[in-house]
């Protein structure tokens, strides 16, 4: 039975329960910079490209991870070179194609326009001495200068750009002439019938020929050879971006199969090796193709381009110089010309002038000829260019001493008529353009073809360089499954 407590009174203060540690004050949270809500509020996410790179920088702290990174950076090498190498070698080959093709072709043609009109302005000269027995090859000479003349246009129109500086150079001379043909034939017509005026109609159609459609075919003719500079400039300088890329690719891939050596003992990686060589392949193709290219298309210019300026204006020379003297027959002192205190003939002052530029481009063609097959035909115009000077020397001492028909003779006759002397001449100086321009054609396509499947073969290559740098990788992570 139990037993009640005697007294129900609380026992003392501190008796029989424990006493509890005291609790030191807590800080408050103190609320985040930036952050917009209270203390304690959910934080904002973090981007993608953050949560990347730590995921980046842990994965770096492990051997396979740094083997992944590894891998992916030596492929992305080996593509960019291949890739650059694809670009740059396409931009190259396109340009050499076009000094083959275009430019090159065009220039000749603008060279031809010049030509053709001066080859027609003397073959008018020379029809109009003869008079009423104008020969069937005089007149059939001036109409294929104009014929020519009329195609070459047509042609450079094509390939001229509608805004360009050629094409309006091009619609000048389309205009300029039918009016040369229209004062031509009238000069023709007043010569058969014995009137004096026909011989002032020759001189303005002369004048309009060397004072407007001469220098705007000379224009074209310029603008033509900068096209044909500026292709040259687009093909031959080095890719030196690509050949950067290739070097730092092997370095990288050097690099990488030595730390492999230095970790597993191992001397080779098979996929990093097949790295290696396909990036060297792509880097000695790329070297050896465009320097080949480099040197055949430097010749082409040198030994064929340079050649075919400095016969095409020593050409163009002896026609004027032809053109000239036939002038001063038809002319016969009516234009004269002062040069300090004498008076000369400004038809043979002209002549003699040309004359001079034809010496100059005949010795600077003789020294540019890179064989005798060049150099033959050059040596036989200036020997031509030599008695032609004497002859016309004898053709105006006649016509000063009054002895006109005799002159005419001396220049138009048959036999021992300066006339022989510049066929000579324009017959040599064909055969050494003809020459010269087979000359480039050859270096210029040795050239381009040097390059011939660099863009896809690099392409191709650097895919197999990248997937092998990928296997090699992957070999050495699958010894940490």
Same mark, same amino acid.
């Given at each position: 039975?139990?037993?009640?407590?005697?007294?129900?009174?609380?026992?003392?203060?501190?008796?029989?329960?424990?006493?509890?540690?005291?609790?030191?004050?807590?800080?408050?949270?103190?609320?985040?910079?930036?952050?917009?809500?209270?203390?304690?509020? #959910?934080?904002?996410?973090?981007?993608?490209?953050?949560?990347?790179?730590?995921?980046?920088?842990?994965?770096?702290?492990?051997?396979?991870?740094?083997?992944?990174?590894?891998?992916?950076?030596?492929? $992305?090498?080996?593509?960019?070179?291949?890739?650059?190498?694809?670009?740059?070698?396409?931009?190259?080959? +396109?340009?050499?194609?076009?000094?083959?093709?275009?430019?090159?072709? &065009?220039?000749?043609? +603008?060279?031809?326009?010049?030509?053709?009109?001066?080859?027609?302005?003397?073959?008018?000269?020379?029809?109009? &001495?003869?008079?009423?027995?104008?020969?069937?090859?005089?007149?059939?000479?001036?109409?294929?200068?104009?014929?020519?003349?009329?195609?070459?246009?047509?042609?450079?129109?094509?390939?001229?750009?509608?805004?360009?500086?050629?094409?309006?150079?091009?619609?000048?001379?389309?205009?300029? $002439?039918?009016?040369?043909?229209?004062?031509?034939?009238?000069?023709?017509?007043?010569?058969?019938?014995?009137?004096?005026?026909?011989?002032?109609? $020759?001189?303005?159609?002369?004048?309009? /020929?060397?004072?407007?459609?001469?220098?705007?075919?000379?224009?074209?003719?310029?603008?033509?050879?900068?096209?044909?500079?500026?292709?040259?400039?687009?093909?031959?300088?080095?890719?030196?971006?690509?050949?950067?890329?290739?070097? $730092?690719?092997? =370095?990288?891939?050097?690099?990488?199969?030595?730390?492999?050596?230095?970790?597993?003992?191992?001397?080779?990686?098979?996929? /990093?090796?097949?790295?290696?060589?396909?990036?060297?392949?792509?880097?000695?193709?790329?070297?050896?193709?465009?320097?080949?290219?480099?040197?055949?298309?430097?010749?082409?210019?040198?030994?064929?381009?340079?050649?075919?300026?400095?016969?095409?204006?020593?050409?163009?020379?002896?026609?004027?110089?032809?053109?000239?003297?036939?002038?001063?027959?038809?002319?016969?002192?009516?234009?004269?010309?002062?040069?300090?205190?004498?008076?000369?003939?400004?038809?043979?002052?002209?002549?003699?002038?040309?004359?001079?530029?034809?010496?100059?481009?005949?010795?600077?063609?003789?020294?540019?000829?890179?064989?005798?097959?060049?150099?033959? #035909?050059?040596?036989?115009?200036?020997?031509?260019?030599?008695?032609?000077?004497?002859?016309?020397?004898?053709?105006?001492?006649?016509?000063?001493?009054?002895?006109?028909?005799?002159?005419?003779?001396?220049?138009?006759?048959?036999?021992?008529?300066?006339?022989?002397?510049?066929?000579?001449?324009?017959?040599?100086?064909?055969?050494?353009?003809?020459?010269?321009?087979?000359?480039?054609?050859?270096?210029?396509?040795?050239?381009?073809? =040097? /390059?011939?499947? &660099?863009?896809?073969?690099?392409?191709?290559?650097?895919?197999?360089?990248?997937?092998?740098?990928?296997?090699?990788?992957?070999?050495?992570?699958?010894?940490?499954?």
């Amino acid at each position: 039975m139990t037993q009640p407590p005697k007294s129900s009174a609380a026992p003392p203060a501190g008796a029989g329960a424990p006493t509890l540690p005291a609790v030191p004050p807590q800080p408050v949270p103190q609320q985040r910079a930036g952050a917009g809500g209270p203390a304690g509020s #959910p934080q904002p996410r973090r981007t993608a490209f953050a949560e990347g790179v730590d995921r980046l920088r842990a994965a770096a702290t492990t051997e396979p991870g740094r083997l992944r990174i590894i891998g992916a950076l030596l492929a $992305l090498l080996v593509v960019a070179f291949g890739a650059v190498t694809a670009w740059q070698t396409t931009e190259r080959a +396109a340009a050499a194609d076009d000094v083959l093709r275009r430019s090159q072709p &065009l220039s000749s043609d +603008a060279a031809d326009i010049y030509r053709s009109l001066a080859d027609a302005n003397t073959a008018a000269s020379s029809g109009f &001495l003869a008079g009423g027995q104008e020969t069937k090859t005089s007149r059939d000479r001036y109409e294929r200068g104009i014929r020519t003349a009329a195609a070459k246009l047509v042609t450079a129109a094509a390939s001229a750009d509608a805004d360009s500086p050629a094409t309006t150079t091009i619609s000048e001379l389309n205009r300029l $002439l039918p009016e040369y043909k229209g004062l031509v034939e009238r000069a023709r017509t007043y010569n058969r019938q014995g009137f004096p005026v026909g011989g002032a109609y $020759l001189r303005y159609a002369n004048e309009k /020929m060397q004072k407007e459609m001469l220098p705007a075919a000379e224009k074209l003719y310029s603008t033509e050879n900068r096209r044909l500079s500026a292709d040259y400039a687009d093909a031959k300088p080095y890719p030196w971006a690509a050949i950067a890329l290739g070097v $730092l690719a092997l =370095a990288a891939l050097a690099w990488a199969q030595y730390r492999t050596y230095q970790r597993t003992n191992r001397v080779l990686n098979h996929g /990093m090796v097949a790295a290696t060589a396909a990036a060297t392949v792509v880097l000695l193709w790329l070297v050896v193709g465009h320097s080949v290219a480099r040197s055949d298309l430097g010749d082409s210019y040198d030994h064929g381009v340079r050649s075919l300026n400095v016969l095409h204006d020593a050409r163009i020379a002896s026609l004027k110089a032809r053109g000239n003297e036939n002038l001063t027959l038809v002319a016969r002192g009516a234009e004269t010309r002062k040069v300090g205190d004498k008076t000369y003939d400004a038809y043979d002052f002209d002549f003699q002038k040309n004359m001079g530029v034809l010496d100059k481009g005949l010795a600077e063609a003789r020294r540019l000829a890179d064989d005798k097959a060049g150099e033959q #035909p050059v040596t036989a115009a200036a020997g031509n260019m030599a008695e032609w000077k004497k002859r016309h020397a004898l053709a105006r001492e006649q016509d000063e001493n009054g002895n006109y028909q005799q002159a005419l003779d001396m220049v138009i006759g048959g036999k021992g008529a300066t006339v022989e002397c510049f066929d000579g001449v324009d017959a040599a100086l064909a055969d050494a353009l003809d020459h010269e321009e087979n000359e480039f054609r050859q270096a210029a396509r040795d050239g381009r073809d =040097a /390059m011939t499947g &660099l863009p896809a073969g690099a392409a191709v290559l650097a895919v197999l360089g990248a997937a092998g740098a990928l296997l090699g990788i992957g070999r050495r992570l699958s010894e940490y499954r």
